[in-house]
């Protein structure tokens, strides 16, 4: 499992620009808005997600301030209504512990067992912040260079879905 350090050797790696912020450990979207006021990013809520019966994972990247609802986004991918899906698996998958949740844990997701969901209103930023696998620091990358050059890197297709604010 790659560890924060992996994760700036990989941005080196593939010429991604970023600025990192360290900061005390962030568990919520709402401690983290003094952290988006520093940066001047909104931090994206990342829900780790899994179908009822466990047999197929989902991370979900979208803004901060919207409201999650399974059954549309369920609707979207196809699949019967989803849950969150255990640490455990979060774990093995992802490699993060939760409040660490993010999209760089896709980057030890090698056997591809988790589908990657962004929000379109993310996709449309010109940056995205993130956790880099400990949530006691924030980095920010292009929204192109997460989307061209580190999805493709870390084997993951991207499937955009539409979370339309209510």
């Known amino acids: ?34 952290i988006d006021a520093k940066l ?6 990342n829900l780790f997600l899994s179908t ?5 994972f989902y991370l ?3 803004k901060g301030n919207k409201k999650f609802n399974t059954g549309k986004v369920s609707k979207q991918v196809g699949v019967p209504r989803m849950t969150f899906a255990s640490d455990d698996a979060m774990e093995a998958f992802l490699g993060v512990k939760p409040g660490s949740v993010t999209p760089l844990g896709l980057l030890n997701d090698n056997e591809n067992k988790v589908n990657f ?5 993310v996709v449309s930023e010109e ?5 880099p ?19 493709p890197y ?9 979370m339309k604010q209510e």
């Open 40 to 45: 001047g990013v909104e931090i994206c809520k």
């Open 60 to 62: 979900l990247f979208m």
């Open 154 to 162: 870390a084997n993951h297709s991207v499937r955009i879905v539409e």
């Open 1 to 34: 499992m790659l560890l924060e350090k992996d994760i700036y050797k990989i941005f080196d790696e593939l010429d991604i620009e970023y600025r990192m912020l360290q900061h005390e450990a962030l568990f919520t979207i709402d401690a983290a808005k003094e």
């Open 117 to 121: 969901l962004i929000d379109s209103e």
């Open 133 to 151: 696998l400990v949530n006691t620091a924030t980095v920010v990358i292009k929204t192109k260079d997460f989307l061209e050059k580190l999805m």
């Open 127 to 131: 940056y995205v912040s993130m956790h």
């Open 52 to 56: 009822k019966h466990g047999t197929e």
